[in-house]
């Protein structure tokens, strides 16, 4: 059957056509009161052979939603209502399930975003590579032939070791390993075309260059079109032929790389380009209110006395795999010098040591020797009461807010919790005052007391963290990736929120995070890792413009957006 539809694709008359061309394409989701509401409107996009379209836009912009129509995966509650799908000129419109799934292996390979959740943990990865193999084979073969093609599947991923991880689990792999494993199981069926719906975002820097880097590969060697879906507008200008971008389910602007860059036509385009940090050279500046409003001595003085200090910091873990038992040395003799008013960042990719290191300084991690100064307080050490005493000078921002925040709790009450927990007001009524006071501050209103985290995007959630950080009036907030899961648009917002707190605030951050391009907007000193340790560190301006280590070149050169594709060089 499988043979017939493709054959049906792929003949000879449908050559000059678009490997994809979707049309006029209206998507509505049905709510719990049984009304439609528009999510994709009037939408075309076009994907020819050996050509990379980036659909890009914020979370929420209708990006999932109109590759999910484009390949019959929209859920139940989902309808196409108008308009039309066709791969190689062939209409695939309504077409049942049974018959387009066929069509999704063995012509269009889908990557999706997550490996973690789309990658089943209990089955070794040759087995799921293996199932996508004999889905797609038009004849059933004997079982030593799908292992053979899904070993070269594995390979053509940029699995070097495909024995090996053929035979592994999951959670047995990095990050980048996992995605590669994603694509495998995408190339199993040999398409003509990939669809990737934010391959990279979860990955670091590096890890998504390399990434991206052979899906370019693949479309040069094998002539696959790519319909990359990402939120940052620096991988699209690094990547794509041709870039659409996308806003509340409509396509406002399209065209080649180099005339986007040159003559944005829409505000909503030159906003994305203008968030890009990659388009940033020098460091965010506070803004005029923040500047005229700030009441704390930030000038070079104050800047020079040591606010926390990191000395000689261990940390060893033991792995056990069965009944072997293996010391792992997550951090070795690492110094650091955060001065108050400034920007310390922490750089490296995943397994460097960063969250570790982060960790030991806010006192959630015991060290194994060195030392940790608060001011003049010892961190390291310190009993409950003592290191609940040190809270109120050194707070910490997690990477995700959905995680970080009480379901449960509304905004003013998770605001709240600190001021009650250390008896901070004396009144109900300067409580209240005091919630509304740190709402503002991170520039939300009182009509965001009574919410709960899930009615918030992801960028109001930070804020309401920061804002819960700030409650007790802290010298040192250590942010730990705390913009890296944020679209570029939500995550400039914040990083400006930060900039402009520290001016009017006169705190200190810890700023952990894989990506130099986000250092170069907020930091004045940068410490950067590997395995564990200290390579690099030193004031902002020099580790970044003239890096003495070649990791920490590598974290440059891996910036999204600083290799604009068909730009001059």
């Known amino acids: 059957?499988?043979?017939?539809?493709?054959?049906?694709?792929?003949?000879?008359?449908?050559?000059?056509?678009?490997?994809?061309?979707?049309?006029?394409?209206?998507?509505?989701?049905?709510?719990?009161?049984?009304?439609?509401?528009?999510?994709?409107?009037?939408?075309?996009?076009?994907?020819?052979?050996?050509?990379?379209?980036?659909?890009?836009?914020?979370?929420?912009?209708?990006?999932?939603?109109?590759?999910?129509?484009?390949?019959?995966?929209?859920?139940?509650?989902?309808?196409?209502?108008?308009?039309s799908?066709?791969?190689?000129?062939?209409?695939?419109?309504?077409?049942?399930?049974?018959?387009?799934?066929?069509?999704?292996?063995?012509?269009?390979g889908f990557i999706p975003q997550?490996?973690?959740?789309?990658?089943?943990?209990?089955?070794?990865?040759?087995?799921?590579?293996?199932?996508?193999?004999r889905f797609n084979e038009p004849e059933p073969t004997d079982r030593d032939r799908h292992r053979t093609a899904a070993l070269e599947s594995l390979r053509t991923a940029g699995l070097k070791d495909a024995e090996r991880v053929f035979s592994q689990y999951p959670h047995e792999l990095s990050g980048g390993m996992?995605?590669?494993?994603?694509?495998?199981?995408?190339?199993?069926?040999?398409?003509?075309?990939?669809?990737?719906?934010?391959?990279?975002?979860?990955?670091?820097?590096?890890?998504?260059?390399?990434?991206?880097?052979?899906?370019?590969?693949?479309?040069?060697?094998?002539?696959?079109?790519?319909?990359?879906?990402?939120?940052?507008?620096?991988?699209?200008?690094?990547?794509?032929?041709?870039?659409?971008?996308?806003?509340?389910?409509?396509?406002v602007e399209e065209g080649p790389v180099r005339q986007l860059l040159a003559a944005p036509g829409n505000d909503y385009t030159r906003r994305l380009l203008d968030a890009a940090p990659a388009r940033h050279a020098e460091r965010l500046q506070p803004s005029h209110e923040a500047q005229h409003g700030g009441r704390a001595e930030t000038g070079s003085a104050a800047a020079a006395e040591p606010v926390l200090r990191a000395a000689s910091l261990t940390k060893a873990y033991i792995t056990r795999k069965g009944r072997t038992s293996t010391p792992f040395l997550a951090l070795a003799d690492a110094d650091l010098t955060v001065r108050t008013g400034t920007t310390h960042a922490i750089v490296g990719e995943s397994g460097a040591g960063k969250s570790t290191l982060a960790g030991i300084l806010a006192g959630f991690i015991p060290t194994d020797g060195g030392s940790v100064l608060l001011g003049d307080h010892e961190v390291t050490g310190a009993r409950h009461a003592q290191l609940r005493e040190l809270r109120r000078d050194l707070q910490f921002v997690f990477q995700n807010p959905y995680t970080s925040l009480d379901p449960r709790y509304t905004v003013g009450r998770i605001i709240a919790e600190p001021l009650r927990a250390f008896k901070a007001t004396r009144t109900r009524e300067e409580l209240a005052g005091r919630v509304s006071e740190l709402l503002q501050a991170v520039s939300l209103n009182d009509s965001y007391l009574n919410r709960l985290p899930a009615q918030l995007s992801g960028g109001q959630r930070q804020r309401v963290a920061i804002a819960r950080a700030l409650a007790?009036?802290?010298?040192?907030?250590?942010?730990?990736?705390?913009?890296?899961?944020?679209?570029?648009?939500?995550?400039?917002?914040?990083?400006?929120?930060?900039?402009?707190?520290?001016?009017?605030?006169?705190?200190?951050?810890?700023?952990?995070?894989?990506d130099l391009g986000v250092v170069r907007l907020i930091a004045d000193d940068v410490t950067v890792m590997k395995d564990g340790r200290v390579v690099e560190s030193g004031p902002a301006a020099r580790v970044l413009n003239a890096p003495q280590h070649d990791y920490t070149r590598t974290l440059l050169e891996a910036i999204p957006g600083t290799h604009v594709k068909g730009a001059a060089a």
Not at 42 to 58: A, F, H, S
Not at 96 to 106: C, F, K
């Open 1 to 83: 059957m499988s043979a017939t539809i493709i054959e049906e694709i792929v003949r000879e008359q449908a050559e000059a056509e678009p490997l994809l061309r979707i049309t006029d394409l209206s998507i509505d989701y049905r709510d719990r009161r049984r009304s439609w509401t528009p999510a994709v409107e009037r939408v075309n996009v076009e994907v020819r052979q050996g050509e990379v379209v980036t659909l890009v836009g914020e979370s929420g912009s209708g990006k999932t939603t109109l590759i999910q129509g484009a390949l019959g995966l929209l859920p139940p509650s989902a309808r196409i209502r108008s308009g």
């Open 85 to 108: 799908i066709a791969y190689s000129g062939v209409d695939v419109t309504g077409w049942p399930d049974q018959r387009l799934a066929r069509v999704r292996g063995n012509y269009v």
């Open 114 to 133: 997550d490996p973690n959740t789309s990658l089943n943990p209990v089955k070794r990865i040759g087995q799921q590579v293996v199932e996508a193999v």
């Open 178 to 251: 996992k995605q590669r494993a994603l694509i495998a199981i995408a190339l199993a069926g040999k398409p003509k075309i990939i669809v990737a719906d934010e391959p990279t975002s979860a990955l670091d820097v590096t890890v998504q260059r390399v990434i991206l880097d052979h899906l370019e590969n693949l479309r040069q060697q094998l002539g696959l079109g790519i319909l990359l879906v990402t939120h940052d507008l620096g991988v699209a200008l690094d990547r794509s032929d041709r870039i659409l971008v996308m806003q509340s389910g409509q396509i």
């Open 472 to 514: 007790l009036n802290p010298k040192v907030l250590v942010l730990d990736e705390a913009v890296s899961a944020l679209d570029v648009s939500v995550q400039a917002q914040i990083l400006q929120l930060l900039v402009d707190l520290q001016a009017k605030l006169g705190l200190s951050y810890v700023f952990v995070t894989h």
